[in-house]
Each structure stands twice: as C-alpha cells, then as structure tokens.
C-alpha cells in the first residue's frame, strides 16, 4: 500500500524561482527521505531527516518534518534548469530493511 | 568508493521468452540489495530484498524471481516474461539497516514485445 505521497504531482516554475513539493505519509516513522530522478536515471538521494528532526538544510535544499501532522516538505531555492527531475519522498514505516516511496513529484524549470 | 553497475542497459525480449538481469555491488561488503520496477511515469515498486548470501524476500507475487549467489550479486530471473513485465527496473543497496539511505543503480530499461 502506499505510505508517501508527493504533492503536487507536477510543477513547472521559471528558472530562479523557489520549488515547494510536499509528501504525505500514514504511520508513525523512523526517518523520512527525499531522492531525485533525472529521466531514465537511477535516483539519487538527496536528505535524510529523522523523526526526531523538524528541519535540515543542504546546499539549496531546505527539508522539513511534520510528525504531528504526518508531512514533510522539500524546497528548492533559486532553482536552475538542471534541477528539473522528478522528486520522490519514502518513508520506513515498519522500521525494517525496506522503505517505501511514493508516486514522486516531476518539476521542469522553465528557462 | 562503492560503486554499483546494472547490466544491461536495455533489453527487448519476445513475450514467453527467459530474463536475466544483474547487479553488482563493489566496495562495500555484506550489504542489503533491492529489486524495484517502475512503471512510466509511476513510483517505485520493491520487488525483492536481500539481507544475505542465499536470503530472498519477495514482495509482490508474479512470475520473477531473485538469487543471490554471492554476496555483492543479485539477479532478476523470469522463465516467460509477460508484456506486464515491461518497466524500468532498478537496483539498490544499503550498507546496513534497511531503512537508511539507499544507492541505486542506473537501472535497466526492459521492453517487452
């Protein structure tokens, strides 16, 4: 069954603007993280935020994590042409050896 | 640095014919391996994990099947591929618990006619 899931589903921006995607997620979890995939690519991950941790920052991204609320966000500032990919969320809901992810979320910079 | 390959890049296979696809880890040892599928436009689908040498857990039900014949190897076998068998799959690995971050492959895309 699917945990994450991305909102929305696409995005299109002008180059320079910031990028909002959000993931929603159904049971209590260990960790949350965020993966890019640029098409016809494998992902690559890109944050990992703990449950126990509200916001984590890396070069231009800025995560953050909602346990009450079940979500997490992920923006992207001063976004760029190379940035366009889809983005996935995933979760660890049972907290074993696998994560789930969700339907991802496929932004394209406008030039 | 570790390294993971997938081979081949591409594949178009007749329906009812044999798959073998695979995925090597190199440096790191003793790591957790996953098979997922991906459907155009769609998320991931985990179709098995490895913990270990000759371990295999299988998620969803259907005509693949995997094996770890040694401890950096993993393949995704069919005896007949379905045209529902179409998909970009892709290979991962983690260094420990499952639940941390994960390193994928550059996936194989396999199209089935």
């Known amino acids: 069954s699917q945990q994450g899931e991305e909102d929305p589903q696409a995005l299109s921006i002008q180059e320079g603007e910031n990028a909002t995607m959000n993931c929603s997620y159904k049971t209590s979890i260990n960790n949350l993280q965020w993966y890019r995939q640029n098409s016809g690519r494998g992902l690559v991950h890109l944050i990992l935020?703990?449950?126990?941790?509200r916001e984590k920052h890396s070069g231009r991204l800025r995560v953050t994590l909602d346990t009450s609320k079940k979500s997490s966000s992920l923006l992207i500032t001063a976004s760029r042409a190379a940035d366009t990919a889809s983005y996935f969320c995933?979760?660890?809901?049972?907290?074993?050896?696998?994560?789930?992810f969700g339907k991802g979320t496929r932004l394209h910079i406008l030039p | 640095s570790q390294t993971i390959h997938q081979w081949p890049a591409t594949l178009v296979q007749p329906v009812g014919s044999p798959l073998s696809l695979e995925c090597t880890v190199e440096?790191?040892?003793?790591?957790?391996l996953y098979w997922y599928r991906q459907a155009a436009g769609r998320g991931l689908q985990l179709l098995f994990y490895s913990v270990g040498i000759g371990q295999i857990s299988s998620e969803v039900p259907q005509n693949l099947s995997a094996s770890r014949p040694q401890d950096r190897q993993f393949i995704l076998s069919s005896k007949k591929l379905l045209l529902s068998d179409s998909g970009f799959y892709l290979c991962?690995?983690?260094?420990?618990?499952?639940?941390?971050?994960?390193?994928f492959g550059p996936g194989t895309r396999l199209l089935v006619l």
């Open positions: 935020i703990r449950s126990n941790e």
């Open positions: 440096g790191t040892s003793n790591p957790n």
């Open positions: 995933a979760t660890d809901p049972r907290r074993d050896d696998k994560i789930i």
């Open positions: 991962a690995w983690t260094p420990g618990r499952g639940g941390e971050t994960q390193y």
